[in-house]
């Protein structure tokens, strides 16, 4: 799981104008994490397959650090999304059961 996370966040620093803001929270028995930044958001042409391997954009590297976190967080009993901030900058958005193995 910290594989995941360092995925996203190396991301929002490589995107992140100033600011990357991280919640972490529990709701319902499940961790719920968002990884915001202040960068120019996530193009809309990856957008719709960020997590398949080697799909990237404008000053992406391999294209694979989102498709491991997804496989790392549902293998995890997780869920992850992605998308854009109302005003700027992406947001990645997971949530997993706060006790795994015992579902
Ligand atoms: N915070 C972000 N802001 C803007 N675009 C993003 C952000 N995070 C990811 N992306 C876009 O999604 C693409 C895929 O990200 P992913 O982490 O899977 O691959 P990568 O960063 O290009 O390479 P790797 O993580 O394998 O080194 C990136 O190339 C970039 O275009
Ligand atoms: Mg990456």
């Given at each position: ?26 709701n319902k028995e499940q961790i719920e994490i968002t990884i915001s930044d202040d960068g120019a958001g996530i ?52 949530s997993f059961p706060a006790v795994i193995g015992t579902?």
């Amino acid at each position: 799981m910290l594989q995941a996370l360092l995925n996203i966040v190396s991301n929002a620093t490589r995107y992140a104008s100033k600011q990357i803001r991280i919640y972490v929270g529990i709701n319902k028995e499940q961790i719920e994490i968002t990884i915001s930044d202040d960068g120019a958001g996530i193009p809309a042409d990856v957008l719709p397959y960020l997590f398949h391997r080697f799909v990237k954009g404008t000053d992406g590297d391999t294209g694979l650090g989102l498709a491991i976190s997804r496989a790392i967080v549902e293998r995890c009993g997780g869920l992850i999304s992605a998308g854009n901030g109302e005003r700027e900058g992406a947001v990645v958005s997971l949530s997993f059961p706060a006790v795994i193995g015992t579902q």
